[in-house]
C-alpha cells in the first residue's frame, strides 16, 4: 500500500531522495519469494529505505511509531523472515551499513555493522591469524550475530554459534531509544555482552535471533576464534574451478561414513570429547557433491558414485594442527576413534586436490547454494534446535522416515532420505537439519507443506525440542510450542509487548503482541 | 530468445546476495568486496543482477509498467556480466541473458533512452558509435601505406573499431599496432573507410535489430574479400566478433583474436623479441568483454532431462567465464624487459568495470566516471604506476576520470607498451 505523500516526504528527509523509493519495479525485488511457494511474488513493502547510520535508523523508527507503520530492517535479505508482514510495512535495506568498526585482536572480538558480509569479517580474521563462526547458510550471509534466525554453521566445533557469541550490541528498540548492552553501556567498550552494564541477551535473543521483532541491531560485537592457518588460502584456477595449489601444512580432510547413527553419534561424541576437530560437518553424500560438483551434472555423477561407496551416515572432519606435533596427535587420535566406531573413508576425497577444494569451501562456506538451490531452485528445510546431540540426531531419523515416503512418491529428489548434523563446541550440543529438493508444483507445495506440519508435531510428540524452524517464519507457532516448553511464549509476548506496544517492528518473523484467536 | 525463455532461469534465483560481490572464495578483506557498479552505486536490490532478473519475472508477469524509475534501473547497468559469473560459481542459471533481453525488450516497445537514441542514429547514419565524429574512419592510417582488404586479400584483417577509428587521441595504439605487426612480418590490411561498427555496443544497449544489421553486413564483406582472421584492440569489437556473432550464427569458420592473443602469439613464435628495457611498475585491468565474455560461445540443443535437478540432453555447458582472455596480455606485459607486473584484488574473471560499457558511458557519464574511480582507487593501491588495460573505451574512461580527479596513474594500452619494447 503506497505511503501517504507527506508520510513519504518525512521518511525521504532522513534518508535522502536517492535512499527512498516505493517504485513498483524497486518493491518487486524485494517481494519476490523463492521457495515453496504458490505465487512467486508476496506482499509489496510500502517502501523501501536505505539508511546510512544509527541516527538514520532510529529516526526512521520514531516516525514509524509517530505515524502507525511498520518496519522490517534486514541485512542480506535471503531469508523468508525480511519479507514484510503486512501491507504497510516499510523496509530498511541494512545495505549501507557495511563496516568493520573494530577488531579487537588482544580481546579476541569483532565489532560489526549488518551489511558486513561473513567472508568479508573471515578475510580480515586470518590476515590476524583469527576466524569467526559463518552460519551454515553461508559466507554470504552477514557476520552480524542477530542477522540469522540460526546462527550455527560448518565450524561450530570450534567456532560455537552466533547465538553464543553475542558481546556487546547497539540496539534501537522498536520505540527508537538507542539502547548500549553489555559493556558498551557501561564502560563504552564492546568486550561482553552481559556486563558490567544492563545485560538484556537472553531477551533480546531468545531461542534464537528475533527477526527484525523487535527493533533493530545497528551493532554488534562477536567473539572471534584461533586461525592456525595461512593469511590468504592458496586458491588458484577461474571460476568455478577453485582448487588450492597445495594443501597449507598441519590442514587434514576426511569424509567418514558409518553403518549406523548410532556408530556416527558415537564417532561424533568422541572426537568432540577430545576436542582434536577444527570442523565436524555432518554433510550427507548429497550435500557433499553438491559442494564438489560445479555443475547439476557433476553433482548428478559424483552423487550417484558415492551412494555405491558408503555404509550409511556420515561426516566430514577438518583438522588444522598448531604445530607438526600437534596435528600428528589429533591425527592419531582421530584414526584411532574412526578405526573403534567402524568408519570408513570415502576414497575419491582423499585426493587432495579435491580434499584442498573441500577444506577451503567448507571453512568460507561458499557451496550452500549449491546444496539447496541449484538443483531445482526450489529447497526447503526441516530442522532441529541446539540441543543434545543425540537427541537431534532421533529427531532427524525420526523425520528422515517422512522423507523417505515423499521420495517414494516421487515428489523429492531422491538423495536417499539423509539428513546433515553437526555438533557445537566440542561438547554434546548439537544441531541436525533434512533437506528437500523439490519443483515447484501444487502437488508438491502441498506435500512440503503437510511434511513441515508432521515434523513440527513430531517434535512436540516425542519431545525433540523447540525447533529452529520456528523463528523467522511462523510467529503463531510459538503458541504451539511454548506449552510444552515452560511456556516460554507467554514471556515472549510481554516482552514484545513491553518494548514495542505500538507493535512496529513487523513481528512475521518473531511473536506478535497479540495472541492469535484458535492458538493455545 | 526473449525474456520470456529465460523465465525458468529467473526462477531459481534465490535472492541470496552472491550476484553482488566477488566470488567468495577469492575475498581476501572486507574491501574490495563489491564486484557489480550498479548495485554498489544505487543500493537498491534492483540494481543488482538479482534483482534485475526478479524484476524481470515481474514485467513477464504483467506486474510492472515502464516507469522512470523503471527505465533507470534497465539503461544503469554496464553489462560487465560479473554478476554472471558470481551466481555461476554456485548455480546453473543465466543472469547476463535475461539481462539483455530485458534491455532489448524495452527498446523494441519503445522505451529508450535518449542518449543511446542519439549513438544508434549516428549508427544508423554514419555507422559509427561516436556521434559527431570529425575525423573520417580510415583517417589514422594515412601515410601509413596499409593494404586494404577489400581491394587486396589479405589473410589478416585489423579491425580498428569506432572509438580508435574517430577519437585522435586513440590513434596512437592504431599505429602501435600497425607497427608491431609490420615488424612480425604480418601479411594483414584493414578496412579504411570501409570498415564498419562492430555492432557490439548497439547490442549492449539493447538494439538488437541494429546489431544484426551491422554483423549481417560485416560477415557479407568478409566473405566476399575471403577474410580468414580477424585481429582487434577493441575488446567490445573482439566481444562482438567472436562470441555474438556466433551466438546469431552469424560467424562460420571466422578466426577471431584480439591483439593481445596475437602478439602473444607472435612473441611465442619468435617472430616479435621485446628486447628494450621498459623500467615502470604496472597493473591490469581485464576488460569486461576480453575477460569473462571474452570466452567462446557454447551451442546448445537438446531437452530437459524430467527429475529433480535441472539437467539437460545432451549436458548443457554454461559459459561461466572460465575460459575468458586472462593470460595472453599478461603473458604480453611480463615479456617486456624491466616492466613489473603487480595484479589489483580483482581480477581476471571478477575484475570490477571500467564503467564505459553498456551504453553507460554515454547515457549517464557520472556513473561511468564514478565506476572507474573505483578502479582507479584500486590500482592505485598497488603501488603501480600505470594502468594497463586492453580496450579502448576502457582507455579513454579511465583517462577521462584521472582527468577529474586529479591521480598521477597513467593509462596505456598493451600494446603500446609492447611497443616501446621493440
Given amino acids: ?520 | 530468445m526473449a525474456l520470456e525463455d529465460y523465465r525458468k532461469d529467473m526462477e531459481l534465483c534465490a535472492k541470496c546476495s552472491i550476484c553482488k560481490f566477488i566470488p567468495l572464495e577469492k575475498m581476501k578483506g572486507v574491501q574490495p568486496a563489491n564486484v557489480c557498479p550498479s548495485i554498489s552505486k544505487y543500493n537498491f536490490n534492483a540494481y543488482s543482477g538479482g534483482g534485475r532478473v526478479n524484476i524481470g519475472m515481474a514485467m513477464l508477469d504483467n506486474r510492472l509498467e515502464y516507469t522512470d524509475k523503471l527505465l533507470h534501473i534497465i539503461y544503469n547497468c554496464q553489462m560487465c556480466g560479473a554478476c554472471d559469473v558470481s551466481c555461476k560459481y554456485a548455480m546453473d542459471m543465466e543472469v547476463l541473458e535475461p539481462i539483455y533481453e530485458f534491455r532489448i525488450k524495452a527498446v523494441e516497445e519503445g522505451h529508450t533512452n535518449p542518449a543511446l537514441d542519439k549513438v544508434i542514429n549516428s549508427l544508423r547514419k554514419q555507422g559509427t558509435m561516436v556521434p559527431g565524429a570529425k575525423a573520417k574512419r580510415g583517417e589514422w592510417a594515412k601515410g601509413l601505406g596499409l593494404k586494404d582488404f577489400t581491394r587486396q586479400k589479405t589473410k589478416v584483417v585489423y579491425h580498428v573499431g569506432c572509438l580508435t577509428s574517430y577519437d585522435k587521441d586513440m590513434w596512437k595504439t592504431a599505429r602501435a599496432t600497425v607497427n608491431l605487426l609490420n615488424k612480425a612480418g604480418v601479411d594483414f590490411g584493414i578496412g579504411g573507410e570501409n570498415e564498419s561498427c562492430c555492432g557490439g555496443r548497439a547490442y549492449q544497449m539493447g538494439y538488437e535489430t541494429d546489431f544484426i544489421r551491422q554483423a549481417q553486413n560485416n560477415m557479407a564483406l568478409f566473405k566476399q574479400c575471403g577474410v580468414e582472421t580477424i585481429v582487434t584492440a577493441c575488446a567490445d569489437c573482439y566481444h562482438a566478433f567472436k562470441v555474438l556473432y556466433d551466438k546469431f550464427g552469424l560467424k562460420g569458420n571466422l578466426e577471431v583474436l584480439h591483439i593481445t592473443e596475437y602478439l602473444d602469439r607472435l612473441i611465442k613464435e619468435g617472430r616479435l623479441k621485446p628486447r628494450k628495457k621498459v623500467a615502470m611498475k604496472v597493473t591490469y585491468h581485464d576488460p569486461c568483454h576480453l575477460g569473462r565474455l571474452g570466452e567462446p560461445y557454447i551451442h546448445w540443443e537438446g531437452k530437459e532431462i524430467p527429475g529433480f535437478q535441472r539437467r539437460f540432453d545432451p549436458p548443457k555447458e554454461l559459459m561461466r567465464g572460465t575460459y575468458g582472455i586472462y593470460e595472453p596480455p599478461r603473458d604480453v606485459l611480463r615479456s617486456i624487459p624491466g616492466l613489473k607486473l603487480v595484479e589489483m584484488d580483482r581480477i581476471k574473471e571478477y575484475a570490477w568495470c571500467c564503467g564505459a560499457g553498456g551504453g553507460v558511458n554515454e547515457s549517464n557519464p557520472e556513473f561511468s566516471l564514478w565506476t572507474a574511480d573505483e578502479r582507479i582507487a584500486e590500482a592505485e593501491s598497488t603501488g603501480a604506476e600505470a594502468l594497463v588495460t586492453a580496450c579502448p573505451w576502457c582507455e579513454k574512461n579511465f583517462n577521462q576520470a584521472i582527468k577529474e580527479c586529479g591521480s598521477s596513474l597513467k593509462v596505456y594500452d598493451v600494446v603500446e607498451l609492447l611497443e616501446k619494447a621493440i
Fill in chain 1, 1 to 520: 500500500m503506497a505511503l501517504d505523500k507527506d508520510i513519504y516526504r518525512a521518511f525521504e528527509d532522513v534518508v535522502g531522495p536517492d535512499n527512498i523509493s516505493d517504485d513498483p519495479a524497486i518493491l518487486d525485488s524485494y517481494s519476490y519469494r523463492w521457495g515453496p511457494q504458490t505465487e512467486t511474488f508476496g506482499q509489496r513493502f510500502a517502501a523501501i529505505t536505505l539508511p546510512k547510520d544509527t541516527a538514520e535508523v532510529q529516526a526512521i523508527v520514531r516516525l514509524c511509531n509517530k505515524y502507525g507503520i511498520q518496519f522490517k530492517a534486514s541485512s542480506t535479505g535471503w531469508g523468508s523472515m525480511s519479507n514484510p508482514g503486512g501491507p504497510e510495512v516499510i523496509k530498511m535495506d541494512l545495505r549501507r551499513m557495511d563496516r568493520i568498526i573494530e577488531i579487537n585482536e588482544k580481546n579476541m572480538y569483532a565489532v560489526v555493522e549488518p551489511y558486513v558480509i561473513s567472508v568479508q569479517l573471515q578475510a580480515e580474521l586470518m590476515k590476524r591469524g583469527l576466524n569467526c563462526n559463518i552460519i551454515g547458510a553461508g559466507g554470504n550471509c552477514s557476520a552480524h550475530p542477530y542477522a540469522a534466525h540460526y546462527g550455527g554453521g560448518h565450524m561450530g566445533e570450534s567456532t560455537s554459534l552466533r547465538e553464543r557469541n553475542i558481546l556487546a550490541v547497539e540496539w534501537v528498540t522498536p520505540e527508537g531509544e538507542i539502547v548500549k548492552l553489555g559493556s558498551l553501556g557501561s564502560l563504552g567498550e564492546w568486550f561482553c555482552g552481559d556486563g558490567p552494564g544492563p545485560s538484556l541477551r537472553g531477551i533480546t535473543v531468545g531461542h534464537a535471533a528475533p527477526c527484525g521483532g523487535i527493533g533493530v541491531f545497528t551493532k554488534a560485537a562477536t567473539k572471534i576464534y584461533h586461525w592456525a592457518g595461512p593469511p590468504i588460502f592458496p586458491i588458484e584456477g577461474v571460476s568455478p574451478q577453485y582448487a588450492p595449489s597445495e594443501i597449507p601444512p598441519n590442514f587434514f580432510y576426511r569424509y567418514y561414513s558409518f553403518p549406523s547413527a548410532k556408530e556416527m553419534v558415537e564417532a561424533q561424541r568422541r572426537i568432540g570429547e577430545s576436542e582434536i576437530a577444527f570442523e565436524v560437518m555432518g554433510f550427507n553424500i548429497a550435500m557433499l557433491a553438491s559442494n564438489m560438483g560445479t555443475s547439476n551434472d557433476e553433482d548428478y555423477a559424483y552423487f550417484e558414485q558415492f551412494r555405491k561407496l558408503i555404509q550409511g551416515p556420515g561426516f566430514q572432519v577438518i583438522l588444522m594442527g598448531n604445530s607438526p606435533q600437534d596435528f600428528e596427535y589429533k591425527k592419531q587420535v582421530l584414526e584411532q576413534i574412526i578405526r573403534e566406531t567402524k568408519g570408513e573413508s570415502l576414497k575419491p576425497v582423499e585426493d587432495p586436490k579435491i580434499a584442498g577444494a573441500l577444506i577451503w569451501r567448507s571453512i568460507r562456506i561458499t557451496a550452500s547454494i549449491r546444496e539447496c538451490f541449484r538443483a531445482g531452485g526450489a529447497f526447503s528445510a526441516a530442522l532441529g534446535g541446539t540441543h543434545p546431540y543425540g537427541e537431534e540426531v532421533a529427531y532427524m531419523e525420526a523425520v528422515s522416515k517422512l522423507k523417505k515416503d515423499l521420495i517414494k512418491k516421487g515428489i523429492l529428489r531422491d538423495d536417499d532420505g539423509y539428513y546433515l548434523t553437526w555438533p557445537h563446541e566440542h561438547g554434546h550440543l548439537g544441531h541436525a537439519e533434512i533437506l528437500i529438493q523439490f519443483r515447484q508444483t501444487p502437488e508438491s507445495i502441498d506435500a512440503i507443506m503437510g511434511f513441515s506440519e508432521a515434523a513440527m508435531k513430531m517434535a512436540i510428540d516425542n519431545r525433540y525440542g523447540v525447533p529452529h524452524s520456528l523463528s523467522g517464519m511462523a510467529p503463531d507457532m510459538h503458541d504451539m510450542f511454548g506449552p510444552h516448553a515452560s511456556n516460554y511464549n507467554v514471556w515472549q509476548r510481554r516482552l514484545k509487548q513491553a518494548f514495542d506496544p505500538n507493535e512496529v517492528s513487523d513481528s512475521s518473523g518473531y511473536i506478535k503482541g497479540k495472541q492469535q484467536q484458535g492458538v493455545s
